[in-house]
T-cell receptor, first 106, second 119 residues
Framework: SYDLTQPPSVSVSPGQTATITCSGH??????VCWYQQKAGQSPELVVY???KRPLGIPERFSGSNSGNTATLTISGTQAMDEADYYC?????????FGGGTTLTVL | QVQLQESGPGLVKPSETLSLTCTVS????????WSWVRQPPGKGLEWIAH?????????NPSLRSRATISLDTSRSQISLELKSVTAADTAVYYC????FGSGFSLDVWGRGTTVTVSS
């Protein structure tokens, strides 16, 4: 089975750049998306097709995917960005989620 | 904006069958494709199943033998049945809409329904 690996936690200071990685074998061959889940809420799509933002998602959220690693970057991180983040890909008609990364804004 | 509303029994006994429904508010059930995703308490997201508006289905290999996803277009509902449940099936269950375009992403989610498996 295909696995996506994320760091369990990332910390960032307000205003700085947060980087969350998602690793998988030849991940660049798949489209990756990212979800934000705040405490007690449903997940929300923040990046799809590696780099695209849904309507209403701030420009500070960006994505990339190269080699074996996809990356979610949050520029100028705000306190409201504190949440769990999940990467997700689709392989052989199966949806795979990463284990999730807790972003703490200190 | 479309809304998804999950509903379920709340509490299910071990070995029984869990039945959930998701109601789509705007009648777009025949236009989009749909998934069920669950999240055990304090844990990450787990994809369960997906159904295309044509009725074609895909399942998480680890749940394929127990799960059935279906559409009821007359009621604008997506259903999920999970047989022979155990405590490990305790989770918040979400339905979600697949975003149009390449790849696979879920752009609209319901609020989720909590299911507890306990005798």
């Amino acid at each position: 089975s295909y696995d996506l690996t994320q760091p369990p936690s990332v910390s960032v200071s307000p205003g700085q750049t947060a980087t969350i990685t998602c690793s998988g074998h030849k991940l660049e061959d798949m489209f990756v998306c990212w979800y934000q889940q705040k405490a007690g809420q449903s997940p929300e799509l923040v990046v799809y097709q590696d780099t695209k933002r849904p309507l209403g998602i701030p420009e500070r959220f960006s994505g990339s995917n190269s080699g074996n690693t996809a990356t979610l970057t949050i520029s100028g991180t705000q306190a409201m960005d504190e949440a769990d983040y999940y990467c997700q890909a689709w392989d052989s008609s199966t949806v795979i989620f990463g284990g999730g990364t807790t972003l703490t804004v200190l | 904006q479309v809304q998804l509303q999950e509903s379920g029994p709340g509490l299910v006994k071990p070995s029984e069958t869990l039945s959930l429904t998701c109601t789509v508010s705007d009648g777009s059930i025949t236009t989009y494709h749909w998934s069920w995703v669950r999240q055990p308490p304090g844990k990450g997201l787990e994809w369960i199943a997906h159904i295309f508006h044509s009725g074609i289905t895909n399942y998480n290999p680890s749940l394929r033998s127990r799960a059935t996803i279906s559409l009821d277009t007359s009621r604008s509902q997506i259903s999920l049945e999970l047989k022979s449940v155990t405590a490990a099936d305790t989770a918040v269950y979400y339905c979600a809409r697949r975003h149009f375009g390449s790849g696979f992403s879920l752009d609209v989610w319901g609020r989720g329904t909590t299911v507890t498996v306990s005798s």
